[in-house]
C-alpha cells in the first residue's frame, strides 16, 4: 500500500483569549434528561469570534418502540435541549456535524439519516450558530436503507460513506448555494459489509466471512481515479467496534482503532503496522477510541487521548488517558451501566485545548448522556505556560492582512527564541533572525511580496518558540 506521510511541524491555534482551564477530567455532569433514551452524540465547535458555544447534537427516543428523534444542546453554555426533528411516524437518526470553511466564514451542517421519504435516504441542514436552522434538503435517493452514514472529519476535503445492502459506498461532498450535494457515489465492497468510515481517501469497514468479522480497507489511486480492491488489515479473532481516530486539522484522518476480544488495536497508515494497546492495570477494553494532534512533539512519544469502557456489564464504567504512558483514570466513575464513549476536539486556545468525552450512562431502562473534559497544554505545564499567555508575547496586525503584516513579539532570552513562519502545508516561508535582538519587546514586517516565491492567498503561521513553550498564531493573507 502506498504511503504518503506529511509532518507538519506547527499548531494550529484558534482563540488567543483565556478560558477556564481543566488541568485534570472535571465530574460528569448530564448532557440530556434522564427520563428517555439518548445517543449517537456529534460535536460542533463554532470556530468564528462570535463566542464560545459547543453545540452537542444527537439522537433521542422518548421510550423504546417510539421513533428516533434529533436534538441538540449547547454545552458551553447549557442551555435547555433544543428539538430539532420529530414525527409520530418517521425516524431520525444518525446525525453528524459538517464544518465547511473553518478559519473564516465558517458554515456549519448537520447531516442525519430519515425514512421520510419511505426507506432510509441521507439528509442535510444548515445551522446557524443563533440556533437556527435552513431549509432540509436530500442528499441520496435510492431504494434501499442508507446506514451508518459517517462525515469525514476533515476539515479540507470532505467526504462520506455508508452501508446500504451489506455494500459500503463513499462519495465526496461540495457546498451548493444554500445546500450541500454528494458527488459521484462510489462502491467500494458488496458483500458482508459494515460500519464504514472514511477519509478523503480511504475507507475502512468490517466484513463479515465465516461468522467472524474483519477489519478491511480501500485506498483512492489519484493516478487511476479509481479505488483499490478491498483489502485485509486483520482478520483475527472478532474485530469490532471500528472507530476512526479524530484529528484537529490535516491529512491524518487515516488512523483507525477496534476492539478484538477485550483488547484496543490500532493501525496507522504511516507504518501499515496492527498494534495492540495494553493499559497498565485494566484486564478488558471495549468500545475503544482516540483522537490526537496532528503532529508528533517533544512532550509525548505518541500524543493522544484514549478512552473505551472496561468492566462487567452491570458495573461497566468509562476510563481516559491523556497519553498512552499515563495513568488511566475512570471519568465516569458512577453506579451505572457506562457504555459508547466518544472524543470530541473543544476549543483551542493561545497554548492548550479542551478534550470532551461523552458517553451513555444506562439508568432505569433509559440512556443518559455524560460528558466529563479536560485541557491540554502545548508542551510545558499550565503554570509556566500561563505565564506566557497572560503577557500575550505574541501579537500580529492586522489580521487578515494584504500587503504586510506586523508582528511584535517579547523575547524572554534572544539566544534561546526562533521565530518562523510557515505554509497551511508546512513549508517554511520566512525566518526571523533574533540572535542580535534583545529580551524584550521586538518587531517585524513581513511582507508577502518580498518571499524569494509567489504566495497565493490563505492561511499562513507565525511561530514563537522560547523555552517556556511554543505560541502559534494564525494569520490571513488577502491579495
Request: aromatic share 16%; net charge negative; with cysteine.
Amino acid at each position: 500500500m502506498k504511503k504518503s506521510i506529511l509532518f507538519i511541524s506547527i499548531f494550529i491555534i484558534f482563540k488567543l483569549t483565556q478560558s477556564q482551564i481543566y488541568p485534570d477530567w472535571t465530574e460528569a455532569i448530564a448532557i440530556t434528561d434522564s427520563l428517555s433514551i439518548n445517543s449517537n452524540p456529534d460535536v460542533m465547535t463554532v470556530l468564528d469570534n462570535s463566542g464560545d458555544d459547543i453545540f452537542v447534537f444527537y439522537e433521542k427516543r422518548l421510550t423504546a418502540g417510539t421513533p428516533s428523534q434529533i436534538w441538540f444542546r449547547n454545552i458551553y453554555t447549557m442551555t435547555d435541549e433544543q428539538l430539532v426533528f420529530s414525527d409520530d411516524i418517521f425516524e431520525y437518526r444518525n446525525p453528524g456535524v459538517l464544518v465547511l470553511s473553518p478559519f473564516s466564514n465558517a458554515r456549519y451542517f448537520l447531516i442525519y439519516e430519515s425514512n421520510e421519504t419511505g426507506n432510509f435516504d441521507v439528509f442535510g441542514v444548515e445551522f446557524f450558530i443563533n440556533g437556527s436552522f435552513g431549509l432540509p434538503f436530500q442528499l441520496t435517493n435510492t431504494p434501499a436503507d442508507e446506514n451508518s452514514c459517517y462525515i469525514s472529519k476533515n476539515d479540507y476535503y470532505q467526504s462520506a460513506c455508508w452501508e446500504t445492502d451489506e455494500s459500503v459506498q463513499f462519495t465526496h461532498i461540495s457546498v451548493a448555494e444554500d445546500s450541500l450535494q454528494f458527488g459521484e457515489v462510489y462502491t467500494i465492497d458488496t458483500i458482508n459489509c459494515f460500519e464504514p468510515v472514511c477519509s478523503e481517501k480511504y475507507v475502512f469497514y468490517r466484513k463479515i466471512i465465516n461468522d467472524s468479522s474483519h477489519i478491511y480497507f480501500s485506498e483512492f489511486n489519484e493516478n487511476t481515479n479509481l479505488w483499490s480492491e478491498p483489502d485485509t488489515i486483520y482478520a483475527t479473532g472478532n474485530n469490532i467496534n471500528l472507530k476512526m481516530g479524530r484529528y484537529w486539522m490535516f491529512y491524518f484522518e487515516e488512523n483507525i482503532c477496534w476492539e478484538n476480544n477485550g483488547q484496543v488495536v490500532c493501525w496507522d497508515v504511516w507504518s501499515d503496522e496492527v498494534t495492540f494497546l495494553d493499559f497498565q492495570g485494566v484486564t478488558e477494553c471495549f468500545e475503544p477510541v482516540f483522537l490526537t494532534y496532528d503532529l508528533i512533539i517533544e512532550n509525548f512519544p505518541w500524543p493522544a487521548v484514549y478512552t473505551f469502557s472496561s468492566g462487567e456489564s452491570e458495573t461497566r464504567e468509562v476510563y481516559a488517558t491523556i497519553d498512552y504512558y499515563s495513568p488511566i483514570q475512570n471519568i465516569s466513575n458512577n453506579n451505572f451501566t457506562d457504555s459508547n464513549p466518544v472524543l470530541f476536539y473543544g476549543h483551542s486556545y493561545s497554548y492548550y485545548f479542551d478534550v470532551i468525552d461523552i458517553w451513555q450512562s444506562h439508568i432505569n431502562n433509559n440512556s443518559v448522556l455524560y460528558m466529563s473534559q479536560i485541557s491540554i497544554s502545548y508542551g510545558g505545564d499550565f503554570e509556566e505556560s500561563e505565564k506566557i499567555n497572560n503577557g500575550q508575547i505574541l501579537k500580529t496586525t492586522p489580521n487578515p492582512f494584504k500587503n504586510e503584516l506586523s508582528i511584535e513579539y517579547f523575547l524572554l532570552n534572544s539566544n534561546k527564541a526562533s521565530i518562523d513562519i510557515y505554509s497551511l502545508t508546512g513549508k517554511q516561508i520566512d525566518h526571523i533572525n533574533t540572535d542580535s535582538q534583545k529580551g524584550s519587546w521586538n518587531s517585524y514586517t513581513w511582507k508577502p511580496a518580498d518571499s524569494d516565491i509567489e504566495l497565493s492567498e490563505g492561511v499562513y503561521f507565525i511561530v514563537l518558540k522560547q523555552e517556556s513553550g511554543t505560541i502559534v498564531q494564525k494569520v490571513i493573507y488577502s491579495k
